[in-house]
């Protein structure tokens, strides 16, 4: 079988180590060895973005870069997390993304948020690439924004979609949207489970979010792209087949959003 995980932190310092790569490396590795073969990254801020794309060149035929301003690292200096992003837009990358509103820890830098996000929605529009999303609390704010910015030239995916049928349903009036399906799946009574067996499975696609939301049996521990096979089991039993074919069916979407 052959997954692939849409959205992993694998540069995250829950990896780093004082052999340097070396953690990173493995990680990598183990994945390999469980089916997954290729690995979406999304971006954070400045912090990371070198280790990133260090990563990645260590890894060309495995791991997909991506470049954007993540919602919890958006201030009222955002045009300045902005800026350093366009210090990289020389490099190959997959997406725009990580960017979204993050209204769970503070609603404090709200409108700045929504105009990162708008900015980088721009961005992935003039660069026909695909938009990661990070929503949380704030799905009303950014279905406004997406009405607003009207453009059905938009695709991308709602990562850690933990919304309602009718939330798809709008989403697919909006552009060519696709949900990330993760650990949280897994979870006892976890709301996410029911909503999935209504949504088409050529919709969705797999991802991690390591080193967070590690899926059961894991649960607990730290999350790595190894254990993408354990979303994928949970999803065919809730969708009634086998994993071989949410496998086949989940890779084929992964690899046309983000051409790959």
């Not at 780093?16 to 390999?32: I, K, S």
């Not at 290729?38 to 791991?63: Q, V």
């Not at 990289?88 to 404090?108: F, H, N, P, Q, V």
């Not at 929605?121 to 924004?145: F, K, Y």
Request: charged share 25%; hydrophobic share 40%; proline share 3%.
């Amino acid at each position: 079988m052959h997954f692939i995980d849409t959205h992993t932190h694998l540069y995250d310092e829950a990896f780093t180590c004082e052999a340097g790569f070396a953690e990173m490396d493995a990680a990598v590795g183990r994945a390999t060895a469980a089916g997954v073969h290729e690995m979406i990254l999304p971006d954070i801020d400045s912090k990371s973005r070198d280790m990133m794309f260090g990563l990645a060149d260590r890894h060309r035929e495995s791991l997909f870069p991506c470049l954007g301003l993540h919602p919890t690292s958006v201030d009222r200096n955002w045009k300045k997390g902005i800026g350093g992003m366009l210090g990289y837009s020389g490099k190959k990358i997959y997406a725009i993304g990580e960017t979204g509103m993050d209204l769970y820890w503070s609603r404090e830098f709200e409108e700045e948020q929504k105009e990162a996000l708008w900015y980088q929605l721009g961005m992935a529009c003039d660069m026909q690439l695909p938009v990661i999303i990070h929503s949380r609390e704030a799905t009303g704010q950014i279905l406004g924004l997406l009405k607003k910015f009207g453009s059905k030239e938009l695709k991308g995916v709602f990562h850690a979609f933990s919304g309602s049928y009718e939330t798809f349903r709008e989403l697919e009036r909006l552009g060519d949207w696709f949900i990330g399906i993760g650990g949280v799946l897994t979870y006892k009574n976890a709301s996410i489970a029911e909503t999935v067996k209504r949504i088409p499975t050529e919709r969705i696609i797999l991802e991690t979010d390591s080193p967070y939301l590690t899926p059961v049996p894991y649960r607990g521990k730290r999350n790595e792209s190894s254990y993408i096979p354990f979303i994928a089991g949970k999803l065919a039993e809730l969708k009634g087949t086998d994993i071989e074919q949410i496998a086949g069916i989940t890779t084929s979407n992964a690899k046309e959003l983000f051409g790959i």
